[in-house]
């Protein structure tokens, strides 16, 4: 590899043996790729509420200082517990990125990379260099910059994923919360194009004119006294009986499925003291709360409340379909897959202590990109 470095900087998160979790960079050496493998320079990577879980230990962002040439925090003895597995291991963090090929293996599809920039996933990136499979590479189009790249896999696939569950389980509507997020977003910009109606449970004014901006019908702001009421008439007006829940903590869950049957109620005679007979299903994919998840059961019987991961989601549907989505999101990378930064930082800037209390808030409309080569 004529011109490469021989070492180059990668952030781990180490859960110590003494109860801490210490944010350290390393220098380590570059990798060699195999012969169906290339090494990629990695140029951006986002931050995602998914990668904070790995990065932080569970543990929230202003609980982090400075100790010379790492950030570190205490862990409670419950988190402690729980993640006893990672004592003592160097974990590599993010989950995305882009950049440019720089070496290949042998193969003739590691060979047609070098030189492209592409974009993949896979865990390690914020680093320097990442090596991967040629196959988990999608090149970006001509014309897009890997910072345009880096956001090409969590978000749009998860949007085209709810898409695709809502397809898969028969519903005709969605609902979703924080949804004025960058993946907010890009599902308001996607159901518009498939015709597929959509309630977006925003957290402010600003958030619910912003999609009202981008085009969104149905935009109902849980922090507004007349919440459950219009929350109701819009998903009797959209039949949108499926839901995905960035929250986890607290009532929203709940008052989701509440509002679900009422809206239900309004074309559907109850089944004695068992509510409708309409299917309510919320899926919990995210944690921006990590509260307990409440609920009353006020909302029949006929209901369901689990998780749901992208990952599954792309296991189920099988690799000619995954290759059939990530050609979508290739194609619609500037429009309807565009992501948008609030702030770019370097591997460096993750050690410091305002800089990770600030992207470990897990704020709705505050993306951080991690600019590695700087």
Request: hydrophobic fraction near 45%; charged fraction near 20%; avoid cysteine.
């Given at each position: 590899?004529?011109?490469?470095?021989?070492t180059h900087?990668?952030?781990?998160s180490?859960?110590?043996?003494d109860?801490q979790?210490r944010?350290?960079?390393?220098?380590?050496?570059?990798?060699?790729?195999?012969?169906?493998e290339?090494v990629?320079?990695v140029?951006?990577?986002p931050?995602?509420?998914?990668d904070?879980?790995?990065?932080?230990?569970?543990?929230?962002?202003?609980?982090?200082?400075?100790?010379?040439?790492?950030?570190v925090?205490?862990?409670?003895?419950?988190?402690?517990?729980?993640l006893?597995?990672?004592?003592?291991?160097?974990?590599?963090?993010?989950?995305?990125g882009?950049?440019?090929?720089v070496?290949?293996?042998a193969?003739?599809a590691?060979?047609?990379?070098?030189g492209k920039t592409?974009?993949?996933?896979g865990?390690?990136?914020?680093a320097?260099y990442?090596?991967?499979?040629?196959?988990?590479c999608?090149?970006?189009?001509d014309?897009?910059s890997?910072?345009?790249g880096?956001?090409?896999?969590?978000n749009?696939?998860?949007?085209?994923?709810?898409?695709?569950t809502l397809?898969r389980?028969?519903?005709?509507g969605?609902v979703?919360?924080?949804?004025?997020?960058n993946l907010?977003?890009?599902l308001?910009?996607l159901c518009?194009a498939d015709g597929?109606p959509?309630?977006?449970?925003?957290?402010?004014d600003a958030?619910?004119?912003?999609?009202?901006d981008?085009?969104?019908?149905?935009?109902?702001?849980m922090?507004a006294d007349?919440?459950?009421p219009?929350?109701?008439?819009?998903?009797a007006?959209t039949?949108?009986?499926l839901?995905?829940d960035?929250?986890g903590?607290g009532?929203?869950a709940?008052q989701?499925l509440?509002?679900?049957?009422?809206a239900a109620?309004?074309?559907?005679?109850v089944?004695?003291?068992?509510g409708?007979?309409q299917?309510?299903?919320?899926y919990?994919?995210?944690?921006l709360?990590?509260?307990?998840?409440?609920?009353?059961?006020?909302?029949?019987m006929?209901?369901r409340?689990g998780?749901?991961?992208?990952?599954?989601f792309?296991e189920d549907?099988?690799?000619a379909?995954?290759?059939?989505l990530?050609?979508?999101v290739a194609a619609?990378?500037?429009?309807?897959?565009?992501s948008k930064?609030?702030?770019?930082?370097?591997?460096e800037?993750m050690?410091d202590a305002?800089i990770?209390a600030?992207?470990?808030k897990r704020?709705?409309g505050?993306?951080y990109?991690?600019?590695?080569?700087r």
């Open positions: 590899m004529t011109g490469l470095p021989t900087r990668r952030l781990v180490t859960v110590t043996t109860g979790v944010l350290s960079l390393q220098n380590v050496p570059l990798p060699t790729p195999g012969d169906d290339v990629v320079r140029e951006a990577s931050i995602n509420p998914s904070l879980g790995v990065l932080l230990a569970l543990t929230e962002g202003t609980a982090f200082e400075r100790d010379g040439d790492a950030a925090a205490r862990l409670s003895p419950p988190v402690q517990r729980a006893s597995a990672r004592a003592g291991i160097d974990l590599p963090v993010g989950n995305e882009a950049g440019v090929v070496a290949a293996g193969s003739d590691a060979q047609a990379l070098l592409v974009a993949l996933a865990g390690g990136f914020y320097q990442r090596k991967a499979p040629a196959a988990a999608m090149i970006v189009p014309g897009t890997a910072e345009e880096a956001s090409s896999y969590v749009p696939l998860t949007a085209l994923g709810m898409v695709g397809k389980e028969g519903y005709k969605l979703h919360t924080a949804a004025a997020s907010g977003q890009m308001v910009k518009a597929i959509l309630v977006n449970i925003v957290r402010s958030q619910a004119q912003l999609l009202r981008l085009g969104a019908e149905h935009v109902v702001d922090t007349d919440f459950m219009k929350l109701i008439e819009a998903i007006a039949q949108a009986f839901a995905f960035a929250v903590g009532k929203l709940g989701i509440a509002a679900m049957e009422q109620l309004r074309t559907q005679k089944d004695g003291p068992y409708s007979r299917m309510k299903q919320v919990v994919y995210g944690g709360s990590t509260a307990p998840t409440e609920f009353n059961r006020g909302f029949g006929r209901w409340m998780g749901w991961l992208l990952t599954y792309l549907i099988g690799a379909e995954a290759k059939a990530r050609a979508r619609e990378l500037k429009t309807t897959f565009a930064y609030t702030k770019r930082i370097t591997l800037d050690l305002e990770i600030a992207f470990g704020a709705t505050e993306k990109l991690v600019l590695p080569q």
